[in-house]
Protein backbone atom coordinates (compact mmCIF):
# COMPACT_ATOMS: atom_id res chain seq x y z
CA UNK A 1 0.00 0.00 0.00
CA UNK A 2 1.34 3.37 -0.97
CA UNK A 3 1.68 5.96 1.17
CA UNK A 4 -1.45 7.90 -0.39
CA UNK A 5 -3.77 5.47 0.64
CA UNK A 6 -1.57 4.60 3.97
CA UNK A 7 -2.96 8.47 4.76
CA UNK A 8 -6.67 7.67 3.31
CA UNK A 9 -7.19 4.53 5.09
CA UNK A 10 -6.29 6.33 8.69
CA UNK A 11 -8.30 9.57 7.88
CA UNK A 12 -11.04 6.77 6.70
CA UNK A 13 -10.52 5.05 9.85
CA UNK A 14 -12.18 7.76 12.15
CA UNK A 15 -14.64 9.15 9.66
CA UNK A 16 -16.52 6.39 8.57
CA UNK A 17 -18.77 7.50 6.18
CA UNK A 18 -19.19 10.72 3.68
CA UNK A 19 -22.74 12.01 4.82
CA UNK A 20 -23.48 12.76 8.85
CA UNK A 21 -19.71 11.40 10.46
CA UNK A 22 -17.63 14.37 11.79
CA UNK A 23 -13.89 14.90 10.60
CA UNK A 24 -11.06 17.35 11.21
CA UNK A 25 -10.94 19.84 8.91
CA UNK A 26 -7.98 19.97 6.51
CA UNK A 27 -5.66 22.96 7.07
CA UNK A 28 -4.75 24.74 4.47
CA UNK A 29 -1.08 24.33 3.63
CA UNK A 30 1.65 27.30 2.79
CA UNK A 31 1.83 27.73 -0.92
CA UNK A 32 5.42 26.60 -2.63
CA UNK A 33 7.32 28.86 -3.23
CA UNK A 34 7.63 28.02 -7.04
CA UNK A 35 4.42 29.25 -7.35
CA UNK A 36 0.95 29.94 -6.13
CA UNK A 37 -1.40 27.63 -4.65
CA UNK A 38 -4.67 27.06 -6.54
CA UNK A 39 -7.62 27.38 -3.98
CA UNK A 40 -9.89 24.86 -3.96
CA UNK A 41 -13.36 24.97 -2.14
CA UNK A 42 -14.83 21.55 -1.08
CA UNK A 43 -18.49 21.40 0.42
CA UNK A 44 -17.73 19.40 3.65
CA UNK A 45 -14.40 18.36 5.46
CA UNK A 46 -13.74 14.62 4.21
CA UNK A 47 -14.16 15.85 0.70
CA UNK A 48 -11.03 18.84 1.76
CA UNK A 49 -8.89 15.46 3.65
CA UNK A 50 -8.82 13.62 0.29
CA UNK A 51 -8.56 17.09 -2.29
CA UNK A 52 -5.58 17.79 0.06
CA UNK A 53 -4.13 14.32 -0.27
CA UNK A 54 -3.93 14.34 -4.14
CA UNK A 55 -3.18 17.95 -4.30
CA UNK A 56 -0.34 18.46 -1.56
CA UNK A 57 1.50 21.89 -1.24
CA UNK A 58 0.01 23.58 -4.83
CA UNK A 59 -3.33 23.25 -3.42
CA UNK A 60 -5.47 25.47 -0.41
CA UNK A 61 -8.20 23.70 0.13
CA UNK A 62 -11.10 25.39 2.16
CA UNK A 63 -13.96 23.48 3.26
CA UNK A 64 -17.40 25.33 3.59
CA UNK A 65 -19.12 23.41 6.16
CA UNK A 66 -17.17 23.01 9.45
CA UNK A 67 -16.19 20.35 11.51
CA UNK A 68 -19.95 19.33 13.82
CA UNK A 69 -22.31 20.80 11.40
CA UNK A 70 -24.73 19.19 9.71
CA UNK A 71 -24.11 19.31 5.69
CA UNK A 72 -27.44 18.91 4.80
CA UNK A 73 -29.20 21.86 6.73
CA UNK A 74 -26.19 24.17 5.73
CA UNK A 75 -26.49 27.50 4.52
CA UNK A 76 -23.71 29.55 2.98
CA UNK A 77 -23.11 32.96 4.82
CA UNK A 78 -21.99 35.85 2.36
CA UNK A 79 -18.28 35.03 3.52
CA UNK A 80 -19.03 31.79 2.05
CA UNK A 81 -20.43 33.05 -1.52
CA UNK A 82 -17.43 35.13 -1.71
CA UNK A 83 -15.44 32.18 -1.08
CA UNK A 84 -17.43 30.49 -4.05
CA UNK A 85 -16.73 33.54 -6.43
CA UNK A 86 -13.25 33.42 -6.12
CA UNK A 87 -12.58 29.73 -6.29
CA UNK A 88 -10.95 27.95 -9.66
CA UNK A 89 -12.29 24.25 -8.55
CA UNK A 90 -15.49 23.33 -6.24
CA UNK A 91 -15.49 19.84 -5.17
CA UNK A 92 -18.43 18.35 -4.24
CA UNK A 93 -20.04 15.35 -3.17
CA UNK A 94 -23.00 15.15 -5.52
CA UNK A 95 -26.16 12.43 -5.36
CA UNK A 96 -28.10 16.08 -3.48
CA UNK A 97 -25.88 15.33 -0.40
CA UNK A 98 -25.42 18.88 -0.48
CA UNK A 99 -29.47 20.53 -0.81
CA UNK A 100 -28.03 23.85 -0.91
CA UNK A 101 -25.28 23.86 -3.74
CA UNK A 102 -27.31 24.96 -6.20
CA UNK A 103 -28.87 27.81 -4.85
CA UNK A 104 -25.33 28.93 -3.56
CA UNK A 105 -23.42 28.44 -7.22
CA UNK A 106 -25.72 30.22 -8.57
CA UNK A 107 -25.80 32.94 -6.07
CA UNK A 108 -22.64 33.24 -5.89
CA UNK A 109 -22.06 33.29 -9.79
CA UNK A 110 -19.46 30.51 -9.85
CA UNK A 111 -17.22 30.12 -13.12
CA UNK A 112 -15.09 27.93 -11.97
CA UNK A 113 -14.69 24.02 -12.55
CA UNK A 114 -17.15 22.16 -10.65
CA UNK A 115 -15.80 18.47 -9.68
CA UNK A 116 -18.67 15.98 -8.58
CA UNK A 117 -16.75 13.40 -6.75
CA UNK A 118 -19.13 10.33 -7.19
CA UNK A 119 -19.66 10.67 -10.26
CA UNK A 120 -20.03 6.89 -11.96
CA UNK A 121 -20.93 5.93 -8.59
CA UNK A 122 -23.76 3.07 -8.74
CA UNK A 123 -26.29 4.67 -6.69
CA UNK A 124 -28.94 3.51 -4.97
CA UNK A 125 -32.47 5.25 -4.99
CA UNK A 126 -33.48 7.13 -2.03
CA UNK A 127 -35.66 6.24 0.62
CA UNK A 128 -39.60 7.40 -0.24
CA UNK A 129 -40.51 10.45 1.18
CA UNK A 130 -43.00 8.70 3.53
CA UNK A 131 -39.73 6.54 4.93
CA UNK A 132 -38.77 7.47 8.49
CA UNK A 133 -36.23 10.21 9.17
CA UNK A 134 -33.20 10.83 10.53
CA UNK A 135 -33.85 10.37 14.44
CA UNK A 136 -36.60 7.91 14.16
CA UNK A 137 -37.42 4.11 14.69
CA UNK A 138 -36.15 2.34 11.62
CA UNK A 139 -33.71 4.79 9.78
CA UNK A 140 -31.86 2.57 7.77
CA UNK A 141 -28.14 4.26 6.30
CA UNK A 142 -25.69 1.84 7.62
CA UNK A 143 -23.46 4.74 9.19
CA UNK A 144 -22.65 5.71 12.23
CA UNK A 145 -23.28 9.59 13.06
CA UNK A 146 -20.71 9.78 15.87
CA UNK A 147 -21.03 10.27 19.65
CA UNK A 148 -21.20 13.83 19.76
CA UNK A 149 -23.81 14.13 17.28
CA UNK A 150 -27.41 14.54 17.70
CA UNK A 151 -30.40 13.26 15.97
CA UNK A 152 -32.13 17.41 15.98
CA UNK A 153 -28.84 18.15 14.10
CA UNK A 154 -29.88 16.41 10.67
CA UNK A 155 -33.21 18.11 10.75
CA UNK A 156 -35.20 15.69 8.99
CA UNK A 157 -33.35 16.29 5.50
CA UNK A 158 -34.71 15.15 2.22
CA UNK A 159 -32.18 13.50 -0.03
CA UNK A 160 -33.94 13.64 -3.16
CA UNK A 161 -33.73 10.87 -6.26
CA UNK A 162 -30.66 8.73 -4.82
CA UNK A 163 -29.33 8.48 -1.21
CA UNK A 164 -26.37 10.38 -1.17
CA UNK A 165 -24.75 8.40 1.53
CA UNK A 166 -21.67 6.92 0.31
CA UNK A 167 -19.50 4.46 1.92
CA UNK A 168 -15.88 5.78 1.51
CA UNK A 169 -13.89 2.10 1.11
CA UNK A 170 -10.62 2.87 -0.04
CA UNK A 171 -11.85 0.38 -3.24
CA UNK A 172 -14.67 3.66 -3.51
CA UNK A 173 -11.90 6.22 -2.92
CA UNK A 174 -9.41 4.89 -5.39
CA UNK A 175 -12.19 4.14 -8.13
CA UNK A 176 -14.33 7.20 -8.34
CA UNK A 177 -13.19 9.87 -5.96
CA UNK A 178 -9.06 10.16 -7.07
CA UNK A 179 -10.13 9.84 -10.68
CA UNK A 180 -12.90 12.59 -10.41
CA UNK A 181 -11.10 15.04 -8.11
CA UNK A 182 -7.35 14.33 -10.24
CA UNK A 183 -8.91 15.36 -13.65
CA UNK A 184 -10.62 18.30 -12.35
CA UNK A 185 -6.65 19.30 -10.71
CA UNK A 186 -5.92 18.98 -14.22
CA UNK A 187 -8.02 20.64 -15.78
CA UNK A 188 -7.48 23.72 -13.73
CA UNK A 189 -3.70 23.66 -13.17
CA UNK A 190 -2.35 21.43 -16.43
CA UNK A 191 1.06 22.89 -14.83
CA UNK A 192 0.60 20.36 -11.98
CA UNK A 193 -0.41 17.62 -13.87
CA UNK A 194 2.54 15.34 -13.39
CA UNK A 195 2.49 16.05 -9.21
CA UNK A 196 -0.86 15.46 -9.34
CA UNK A 197 -0.88 11.90 -11.01
CA UNK A 198 2.43 11.00 -9.05
CA UNK A 199 0.54 11.87 -5.84
CA UNK A 200 -2.24 9.76 -6.60
CA UNK A 201 -0.81 6.24 -6.71
CA UNK A 202 1.92 5.23 -9.23
CA UNK A 203 3.15 2.07 -7.11
CA UNK A 204 7.11 2.28 -6.85
CA UNK A 205 9.30 -1.01 -5.72
CA UNK A 206 12.68 -1.34 -5.10
CA UNK A 207 15.74 -1.87 -7.63
CA UNK A 208 18.04 -4.35 -5.81
CA UNK A 209 20.95 -4.60 -8.31
CA UNK A 210 23.47 -2.62 -9.63
CA UNK A 211 22.14 -2.29 -13.49
CA UNK A 212 24.47 -1.93 -16.51
CA UNK A 213 23.87 -0.64 -20.04
CA UNK A 214 23.04 -3.36 -22.34
CA UNK A 215 25.37 -2.77 -24.98
CA UNK A 216 28.64 -4.10 -24.72
CA UNK A 217 30.50 -1.47 -26.20
CA UNK A 218 29.36 0.88 -22.87
CA UNK A 219 29.40 -1.92 -20.14
CA UNK A 220 31.03 0.85 -17.99
CA UNK A 221 27.95 2.57 -17.43
CA UNK A 222 26.36 1.48 -14.17
CA UNK A 223 23.46 2.29 -12.33
CA UNK A 224 21.50 2.05 -8.97
CA UNK A 225 18.14 3.38 -8.85
CA UNK A 226 16.41 4.06 -5.87
CA UNK A 227 12.66 2.89 -7.14
CA UNK A 228 10.81 2.03 -10.43
CA UNK A 229 7.56 3.12 -11.13
CA UNK A 230 5.02 0.43 -12.29
CA UNK A 231 2.40 0.84 -14.41
CA UNK A 232 2.81 4.19 -15.86
CA UNK A 233 3.53 4.46 -19.22
CA UNK A 234 4.93 7.80 -19.20
CA UNK A 235 7.33 7.43 -16.04
CA UNK A 236 9.88 4.55 -14.83
CA UNK A 237 12.43 5.58 -12.87
CA UNK A 238 11.94 7.77 -9.33
CA UNK A 239 14.74 9.33 -8.00
CA UNK A 240 14.18 10.65 -3.98
CA UNK A 241 16.37 13.31 -3.03
CA UNK A 242 16.18 15.60 0.18
CA UNK A 243 17.88 19.19 0.20
CA UNK A 244 18.85 21.27 4.19
CA UNK A 245 18.74 24.67 4.15
CA UNK A 246 21.64 25.05 2.51
CA UNK A 247 20.89 22.93 -0.33
CA UNK A 248 17.44 24.38 -0.53
CA UNK A 249 18.80 27.39 -2.48
CA UNK A 250 19.83 24.67 -5.32
CA UNK A 251 16.52 23.58 -6.51
CA UNK A 252 15.04 27.49 -6.52
CA UNK A 253 15.08 27.50 -9.80
CA UNK A 254 14.13 23.53 -11.01
CA UNK A 255 16.86 20.41 -10.66
CA UNK A 256 20.29 21.05 -9.96
CA UNK A 257 22.90 20.23 -13.33
CA UNK A 258 24.48 17.50 -10.81
CA UNK A 259 21.20 15.66 -10.95
CA UNK A 260 20.20 16.25 -13.90
CA UNK A 261 23.15 14.65 -14.94
CA UNK A 262 22.36 11.42 -12.64
CA UNK A 263 18.91 10.61 -13.76
CA UNK A 264 20.17 11.07 -17.88
CA UNK A 265 22.58 8.73 -16.94
CA UNK A 266 20.38 6.48 -15.12
CA UNK A 267 17.94 6.53 -18.21
CA UNK A 268 20.63 5.83 -20.38
CA UNK A 269 21.45 2.45 -18.61
CA UNK A 270 18.43 1.20 -18.42
CA UNK A 271 16.42 2.40 -22.02
CA UNK A 272 13.56 4.58 -20.28
CA UNK A 273 11.74 7.59 -21.51
CA UNK A 274 11.36 9.52 -18.29
CA UNK A 275 11.95 9.95 -14.78
CA UNK A 276 10.37 11.62 -11.54
CA UNK A 277 12.79 13.45 -9.07
CA UNK A 278 10.77 13.75 -5.43
CA UNK A 279 12.61 15.95 -3.38
CA UNK A 280 11.70 17.03 0.02
CA UNK A 281 13.13 20.55 1.02
CA UNK A 282 14.07 21.34 4.92
CA UNK A 283 11.71 18.36 5.95
CA UNK A 284 8.62 19.75 5.28
CA UNK A 285 8.12 21.02 1.54
CA UNK A 286 7.87 18.49 -1.18
CA UNK A 287 8.27 19.00 -4.73
CA UNK A 288 8.37 16.28 -7.98
CA UNK A 289 9.90 17.23 -11.15
CA UNK A 290 9.81 15.27 -14.44
CA UNK A 291 12.47 14.42 -16.44
CA UNK A 292 12.38 12.95 -20.35
CA UNK A 293 15.30 11.21 -22.10
CA UNK A 294 17.04 13.62 -23.98
CA UNK A 295 19.42 11.46 -26.51
CA UNK A 296 21.63 14.91 -27.03
CA UNK A 297 22.67 15.08 -23.55
CA UNK A 298 22.83 11.11 -23.01
CA UNK A 299 25.48 11.54 -25.95
CA UNK A 300 27.83 14.02 -23.91
CA UNK A 301 27.29 11.66 -20.86
CA UNK A 302 28.47 8.62 -22.67
CA UNK A 303 31.55 10.58 -24.10
CA UNK A 304 32.76 11.52 -21.05
CA UNK A 305 31.77 8.37 -19.17
CA UNK A 306 33.60 6.28 -22.19
CA UNK A 307 36.85 8.88 -22.12
CA UNK A 308 37.06 8.75 -18.30
CA UNK A 309 37.10 4.50 -18.36
CA UNK A 310 39.75 4.87 -21.03
CA UNK A 311 41.62 6.44 -18.11
CA UNK A 312 41.05 3.72 -15.83
CA UNK A 313 42.15 0.70 -18.07
CA UNK A 314 45.03 2.92 -19.29
CA UNK A 315 45.83 4.08 -15.28
CA UNK A 316 46.62 7.28 -16.68
CA UNK A 317 44.82 10.56 -14.67
CA UNK A 318 42.15 12.59 -16.73
CA UNK A 319 43.12 15.79 -18.11
CA UNK A 320 43.02 18.57 -15.21
CA UNK A 321 39.66 21.19 -16.02
CA UNK A 322 38.24 24.09 -14.01
CA UNK A 323 36.42 22.20 -11.51
CA UNK A 324 36.78 21.65 -7.90
CA UNK A 325 37.13 18.02 -8.27
CA UNK A 326 40.14 19.09 -10.42
CA UNK A 327 41.89 20.93 -7.08
CA UNK A 328 40.98 17.80 -4.63
CA UNK A 329 42.19 15.88 -6.43
CA UNK A 330 45.59 17.05 -7.21
CA UNK A 331 45.57 18.06 -3.30
CA UNK A 332 45.58 14.49 -2.81
CA UNK A 333 47.89 13.21 -5.98
CA UNK A 334 50.67 15.22 -4.63
CA UNK A 335 50.12 16.85 -1.18
CA UNK A 336 53.72 17.11 -1.01
CA UNK A 337 56.50 19.33 -2.20
CA UNK A 338 59.83 18.04 -2.63
CA UNK A 339 61.74 21.38 -0.69
CA UNK A 340 64.15 23.10 -3.25
CA UNK A 341 63.18 21.13 -6.28
CA UNK A 342 62.39 22.79 -9.44
CA UNK A 343 60.87 21.53 -12.39
CA UNK A 344 62.31 23.40 -15.91
CA UNK A 345 59.00 23.60 -18.23
CA UNK A 346 61.19 26.15 -19.98
CA UNK A 347 61.50 23.88 -23.30
CA UNK A 348 57.86 22.57 -23.17
CA UNK A 349 56.10 24.95 -25.59
CA UNK A 350 52.69 24.30 -24.17
CA UNK A 351 53.42 24.73 -20.65
CA UNK A 352 55.18 28.08 -21.64
CA UNK A 353 51.57 29.17 -23.33
CA UNK A 354 49.99 27.99 -20.83
CA UNK A 355 51.82 30.24 -18.23
CA UNK A 356 51.42 33.30 -20.22
CA UNK A 357 48.00 32.59 -20.68
CA UNK A 358 47.51 32.53 -16.29
CA UNK A 359 49.24 35.73 -16.34
CA UNK A 360 46.89 36.85 -18.62
CA UNK A 361 43.85 35.87 -17.00
CA UNK A 362 45.13 36.92 -13.49
CA UNK A 363 45.46 40.48 -15.13
CA UNK A 364 41.87 40.35 -16.63
CA UNK A 365 40.54 39.25 -12.84
CA UNK A 366 42.37 41.64 -10.99
CA UNK A 367 40.72 44.47 -13.24
CA UNK A 368 37.27 43.54 -13.52
CA UNK A 369 37.50 42.40 -9.31
CA UNK A 370 38.49 46.27 -8.97
CA UNK A 371 35.76 47.23 -11.53
CA UNK A 372 33.12 45.16 -9.81
CA UNK A 373 34.28 46.93 -6.64
CA UNK A 374 33.75 50.00 -7.97
CA UNK A 375 30.39 49.48 -9.54
CA UNK A 376 29.21 47.28 -5.91
CA UNK A 377 30.87 50.80 -3.47
CA UNK A 378 28.77 53.16 -5.74
CA UNK A 379 25.63 51.36 -5.66
CA UNK A 380 25.67 50.94 -1.54
CA UNK A 381 26.44 54.39 -1.52
CA UNK A 382 23.23 54.90 -3.21
CA UNK A 383 21.29 52.78 -1.53
CA UNK A 384 22.27 54.32 2.03
CA UNK A 385 20.50 52.36 4.58
CA UNK A 386 18.05 50.84 2.27
CA UNK A 387 17.88 46.39 2.26
CA UNK A 388 17.04 46.76 -1.51
CA UNK A 389 17.55 48.39 -4.51
CA UNK A 390 15.28 47.59 -7.66
CA UNK A 391 16.28 48.02 -11.33
CA UNK A 392 15.00 47.60 -14.47
CA UNK A 393 16.80 43.95 -15.42
CA UNK A 394 16.55 43.13 -11.37
CA UNK A 395 17.90 44.06 -7.68
CA UNK A 396 20.56 43.86 -5.39
CA UNK A 397 20.21 43.42 -1.37
CA UNK A 398 22.43 44.92 1.10
CA UNK A 399 21.38 43.20 4.64
CA UNK A 400 23.81 43.48 7.64
CA UNK A 401 24.56 39.81 9.10
CA UNK A 402 23.38 39.06 12.47
CA UNK A 403 25.59 40.01 15.44
CA UNK A 404 27.70 36.61 17.08
CA UNK A 405 29.64 35.71 19.78
CA UNK A 406 32.52 33.74 19.27
CA UNK A 407 35.74 32.24 21.07
CA UNK A 408 38.62 34.38 20.84
CA UNK A 409 41.25 31.31 20.56
CA UNK A 410 44.63 33.56 20.37
CA UNK A 411 43.42 35.31 23.62
CA UNK A 412 42.70 32.05 25.62
CA UNK A 413 45.78 30.39 24.31
CA UNK A 414 47.86 33.55 25.19
CA UNK A 415 46.29 33.84 28.66
CA UNK A 416 46.19 29.95 29.14
CA UNK A 417 49.01 27.75 26.77
CA UNK A 418 48.81 24.73 28.44
CA UNK A 419 45.37 24.19 26.98
CA UNK A 420 46.54 23.59 23.19
CA UNK A 421 48.11 20.35 24.39
CA UNK A 422 45.45 19.74 26.47
CA UNK A 423 43.11 20.10 23.71
CA UNK A 424 45.20 19.76 20.51
CA UNK A 425 43.49 19.59 17.34
CA UNK A 426 45.73 18.59 14.01
CA UNK A 427 45.10 20.36 10.79
CA UNK A 428 46.94 18.95 7.47
CA UNK A 429 48.67 21.82 5.56
CA UNK A 430 47.81 22.29 1.65
CA UNK A 431 50.11 23.37 -1.21
CA UNK A 432 49.58 26.90 -2.30
CA UNK A 433 50.27 28.17 -5.83
CA UNK A 434 51.73 31.69 -5.81
CA UNK A 435 52.63 33.34 -9.28
CA UNK A 436 56.24 34.68 -10.33
CA UNK A 437 57.76 36.98 -13.35
CA UNK A 438 61.07 38.38 -13.81
Same mark, same amino acid.
Given at each position: ????????????????????????? !??????????????????????????????????????????????????????????? !??? %?? $??????????????????????????????????????????????????????????????? +??????????????? $???????????????????????????????????????????? +?????????????????????????????????????????????????????????? !??? %?????????????????????????????????????????????????????????????????????????? $??????????????????????????????????????????????????????? %????????????????????????? %????????????
Amino acid at each position: MNTLWKKIVAVLAIIGLVGCGQSKQ !TQPPSAPAATEALQAVVSFSVLADIVQQIGGERVQVVSLVGVGKNPHAFEPAPNDLKTI !TQA %KL $LVVNGLGFEGWLNRATDTAQFKGVKVVATQGVPALESPKTNAPKHGEAGHDHEHDHGQNQVAE +QHDEHEHGAYDPHVW $LSPQMVAKYYVPNILAGLKQVDPAGADYYQQRTGNKVRRVNAVL +QHPDSDKHFMLANLDYSVVGDADVQILECKTAGEYGAKLWRDGVPLYVLCQVQHQLAV !TGK %KAAHICVLICGHETRIFKVTRSESVIQHIVNAERYFWECVEKDTPPDADASDSAAKALQLLYPEHVPLSTTDLS $LDDQANQQFEQLIQERNHIEKHQEQFDLLKHQLQAKMQEAERATFKAGSVTWKKS %KDSISLDSKALLKQYPEYLNQFPQS %KSGSRRFNIYTD
